[in-house]
């Protein structure tokens, strides 16, 4: 019968041993990155546990699962992808100030209530408040007069001499 040498078998077992050893070591590292990947992704404990398992159990297998059902996008992605949108979305609205001392104003103000600046005044048919430019009242189509401009009545009164 033929007989393995002691030497061939001892080298084996080394080989096996360091063989072994790596897979150790790269199965700790894939359940450390696992970790570290899902808590950049999830806040949500039980989806945490559930990745980790997931690649305790089945190795590489698992973490090839735990790469396809992960969340695309990391915490601060989506963070900063909001924070986008609602800069975006503050910088679209239309913003009121005053003219005079141009503090922030709300669109429903008829006058600032700072300083006291008219910004807005009421139509006389409907009551709803109009821009100071505004001719006509876009709800009621009453048209609307200046308030500087003397009426036509009082430029019709004849003048004493």
Same mark, same amino acid.
């Given at each position: 019968?033929?007989?393995?040498? &002691?030497?061939?078998?001892?080298?084996?077992?080394? #080989?096996?041993? #360091?063989?072994?050893?790596?897979?150790?070591?790269?199965?700790?590292?894939?359940?450390?990155?696992?970790? &570290?990947?899902?808590? =950049?992704?999830? $806040?949500?404990?039980?989806?945490?546990? #559930?990745?980790?398992?997931?690649?305790? *159990? !089945?190795h590489v297998a698992g973490l090839?699962?735990?790469? #396809?059902? =992960?969340?695309?996008?990391?915490?601060?992605?989506?963070? $900063?992808?909001q924070i986008e949108e609602e800069?975006?979305? /503050?910088?679209?609205?239309?913003?009121?100030? %005053? +003219? /005079?001392?141009?503090? +922030?104003? @709300?669109?429903? !103000?008829? *006058?600032?209530?700072?300083?006291?600046? @008219?910004?807005?005044?009421? %139509?006389?048919?409907?009551?709803?408040?109009?821009?100071?430019?505004?001719?006509?009242c876009p709800y009621c189509a009453?048209? *609307? @007069?200046?308030? $500087?401009?003397?009426?036509?009545?009082?430029?019709?009164?004849? *003048?004493?001499?």
């Amino acid at each position: 019968m033929f007989t393995i040498p &002691q030497t061939v078998v001892a080298a084996l077992e080394a #080989i096996l041993i #360091i063989l072994g050893a790596y897979f150790v070591f790269f199965w700790f590292g894939l359940i450390v990155w696992t970790f &570290q990947d899902i808590r =950049r992704r999830s $806040n949500d404990w039980l989806v945490r546990i #559930i990745a980790i398992l997931l690649v305790l *159990v !089945f190795h590489v297998a698992g973490l090839i699962v735990y790469l #396809i059902i =992960r969340p695309q996008e990391t915490l601060a992605s989506v963070y $900063n992808r909001q924070i986008e949108e609602e800069a975006l979305m /503050q910088s679209m609205e239309e913003k009121l100030v %005053c +003219p /005079q001392c141009h503090r +922030p104003a @709300q669109a429903d !103000f008829a *006058v600032c209530p700072y300083c006291g600046e @008219q910004l807005k005044r009421a %139509c006389e048919s409907c009551g709803r408040l109009l821009a100071l430019n505004w001719t006509v009242c876009p709800y009621c189509a009453t048209p *609307v @007069q200046k308030e $500087n401009a003397p009426l036509a009545t009082e430029l019709a009164e004849p *003048v004493s001499a």
